[in-house]
């Protein structure tokens, strides 16, 4: 019997002694509460839940589109794997989607099967429609841990398409405003001065008329693609309001049919039915820079995410300039934003604010300007040397940053993809000659007018 005892009582400690070497946590043998988690296992949401320890390992999947000239895949990737290096725990997969409606379709098509990007680039005026859908995060939280200055620091005409109540859902990435390209040597020609660009429409006019000969157009404006972005550029130089732009702040109203915006789109199709400067009906997109830069046209107007382009391919010198005005001066900024998903990990979530971070960096806006030609999305961007040295050696590079004086947000509603293919679709058929600009915009305001709707009952 005592030995029975003396064995029971040797297996009891064996198992208390399992036991607590089974456990961890603090020297007193309590066991360590996994994150979300109470004692009693109940969940919870900690302060430091959207946070990725440097020992965790995180993979994201970063959805991006190109939209203008040159080998920016390239430059992409390079600027992912400086992310990695910096942040070795996060691997970032990116995924080049076409174009940026391309891109669109690719992110709606994961909303609705519950498997979106980690963070994407999509236009910034997408921001209505990934509202309506409840699929983007508001980035407020992570902002405020930034301290006081982080958003200081990015232009205001930036921000316009990535706020609203007070609240911001995106972060100006690939930028732009669009801006004039001239041919100084064109210029030259016809004896006009090659650092004297044309200010007002009327000098666009009288330009281009001179410019004109076979084999070369005055100007030409693309009518294919952003359409409603290249009529809202001649919309907001016709407006008396400074102010004054296509849409409501809060996206749910537009002002399509205007006296000033029916003169507006007269001046875009008179550049080619009365002046014949331009070719008629609708130039493309793409073919608008390879013109220019095959010197077919002598002018053009168009983005200036294509000026890294236009300057590693023109064989002649060329000028960059203010956008020509007749009221005011104007243009709408334009390009992509970075997002952050809803339906993703908090952990992701949190990785993709120190990519977002990291993209934006002063440092990275000016290199990523400097190999596109998009403009630096933030300030602090042009004060970096490698910034400074660039502007003193090619000054077109600050000119559509200087731009911003001027620029207003971009073209932005609630169904904004019906609203703008509203617009769209009657700017071109005044391109093809099939409409005039006074029934072309009432029939865009009456369409735009149903589609935002449910918007304002």
Same mark, same amino acid.
């Given at each position: 019997?005592?030995?029975? @005892?003396?064995?029971?009582?040797?297996?009891?400690?064996?198992?208390?002694?399992?036991?607590?070497?089974?456990?961890?946590?603090?020297?007193?043998?309590?066991?360590?509460?996994?994150?979300?988690?109470?004692?009693?296992?109940?969940?919870?949401?900690?302060?430091?839940?959207?946070?990725? @320890?440097?020992?965790?390992?995180?993979?994201?999947?970063?959805?991006?589109?190109?939209?203008?000239?040159?080998?920016?895949?390239?430059?992409?990737?390079?600027?992912?794997?400086?992310?990695?290096?910096?942040?070795?725990?996060?691997?970032?997969?990116?995924? %080049?989607?076409?174009?940026?409606?391309?891109?669109?379709?690719?992110?709606?098509?994961?909303?609705?099967?519950?498997?979106?990007?980690?963070?994407?680039?999509?236009?910034?005026?997408?921001?209505?429609?990934?509202?309506?859908?409840?699929?983007?995060?508001?980035?407020?939280?992570?902002?405020?841990?930034?301290?006081?200055?982080?958003?200081?620091?990015?232009?205001?005409?930036?921000?316009?398409?990535?706020?609203?109540?007070?609240?911001?859902?995106?972060?100006?990435?690939?930028? @732009?405003?669009?801006?004039?390209?001239?041919?100084?040597?064109?210029?030259?020609?016809?004896?006009?001065?090659?650092?004297?660009?044309?200010?007002?429409?009327?000098?666009?006019?009288? %330009?281009?008329?001179?410019?004109?000969?076979?084999?070369?157009?005055?100007?030409?404006?693309?009518?294919?693609?952003?359409?409603?972005?290249?009529?809202?550029?001649?919309?907001?130089?016709?407006?008396?309001?400074?102010?004054?732009?296509?849409? @409501?702040?809060?996206?749910?109203?537009?002002?399509?049919?205007?006296?000033?915006? =029916?003169?507006?789109?007269?001046?875009?199709?008179?550049?080619?039915?009365?002046?014949?400067?331009?070719?008629?009906?609708?130039?493309?997109?793409?073919?608008?820079?390879?013109?220019?830069?095959?010197?077919?046209?002598?002018?053009?107007?168009?983005?200036?995410?294509?000026?890294?382009?236009?300057?590693?391919?023109?064989?002649?010198?060329?000028?960059?300039?203010?956008?020509?005005?007749?009221?005011?001066?104007?243009?709408?900024?334009?390009?992509?934003?970075?997002?952050?998903?809803?339906?993703?990990?908090?952990?992701?979530?949190?990785?993709?604010?120190?990519?977002?971070?990291?993209?934006?960096?002063?440092?990275?806006?000016?290199?990523?300007?400097?190999?596109?030609?998009?403009?630096?999305?933030?300030?602090?961007?042009?004060?970096?040397?490698?910034?400074?040295?660039?502007?003193?050696?090619?000054?077109?590079? =600050?000119?559509?940053?200087?731009?911003?004086?001027?620029?207003?947000?971009?073209?932005?509603?609630?169904?904004?993809?019906?609203?703008?293919?509203?617009?769209?679709?009657?700017?071109q058929a005044v391109l093809t000659g099939t409409t005039d600009p006074a029934s072309a915009l009432k029939k865009a305001q009456e369409e735009a007018e149903r589609a935002l709707k449910p918007f304002n009952k």
């Open positions: 019997m005592q030995m029975r @005892s003396k064995w029971m009582l040797l297996l009891f400690m064996c198992f208390t002694l399992l036991v607590g070497c089974g456990q961890s946590g603090t020297a007193g043998g309590t066991q360590t509460p996994e994150k979300g988690t109470t004692q009693e296992g109940a969940t919870t949401a900690p302060a430091d839940n959207a946070t990725t @320890s440097k020992d965790e390992n995180v993979e994201l999947t970063f959805y991006f589109p190109i939209a203008v000239g040159g080998p920016l895949t390239k430059v992409v990737e390079g600027m992912t794997a400086k992310f990695t290096a910096k942040h070795p725990n996060i691997t970032v997969k990116p995924v %080049y989607t076409g174009s940026y409606a391309d891109t669109t379709t690719k992110i709606q098509a994961g909303i609705q099967a519950k498997q979106p990007p980690d963070v994407a680039v999509m236009l910034s005026t997408e921001l209505f429609s990934m509202l309506d859908t409840n699929a983007i995060l508001p980035l407020d939280d992570f902002i405020a841990k930034e301290g006081n200055g982080f958003l200081d620091d990015f232009y205001p005409a930036f921000m316009a398409n990535s706020q609203v109540e007070n609240k911001t859902y995106s972060i100006p990435f690939q930028r @732009s405003t669009i801006v004039l390209y001239y041919n100084k040597d064109a210029f030259k020609e016809v004896g006009l001065n090659p650092d004297q660009p044309p200010k007002t429409w009327a000098e666009l006019t009288k %330009y281009a008329t001179k410019l004109k000969k076979d084999g070369r157009q005055g100007i030409e404006v693309p009518g294919s693609g952003f359409a409603y972005w290249m009529f809202q550029l001649f919309s907001l130089q016709n407006m008396a309001d400074p102010k004054g732009n296509l849409m @409501s702040q809060d996206g749910k109203k537009v002002f399509f049919d205007t006296p000033e915006n =029916v003169e507006a789109l007269q001046y875009w199709q008179d550049l080619s039915k009365k002046h014949k400067v331009m070719p008629e009906g609708i130039v493309e997109w793409a073919t608008v820079p390879t013109d220019f830069l095959e010197q077919k046209t002598a002018m053009m107007i168009h983005t200036t995410g294509n000026l890294t382009n236009v300057k590693n391919n023109a064989k002649f010198d060329f000028g960059v300039a203010f956008l020509p005005m007749n009221k005011q001066y104007g243009s709408p900024t334009g390009g992509g934003n970075l997002y952050i998903f809803k339906d993703i990990d908090p952990k992701k979530q949190a990785a993709a604010w120190e990519f977002i971070k990291f993209m934006t960096e002063p440092e990275q806006a000016a290199q990523w300007s400097i190999d596109t030609g998009y403009v630096g999305v933030r300030k602090s961007a042009y004060d970096t040397d490698v910034m400074k040295k660039y502007a003193a050696e090619f000054p077109q590079a =600050v000119v559509a940053r200087d731009q911003l004086e001027h620029a207003y947000a971009e073209l932005s509603t609630h169904n904004n993809g019906k609203v703008s293919k509203a617009l769209t679709d009657q700017v």
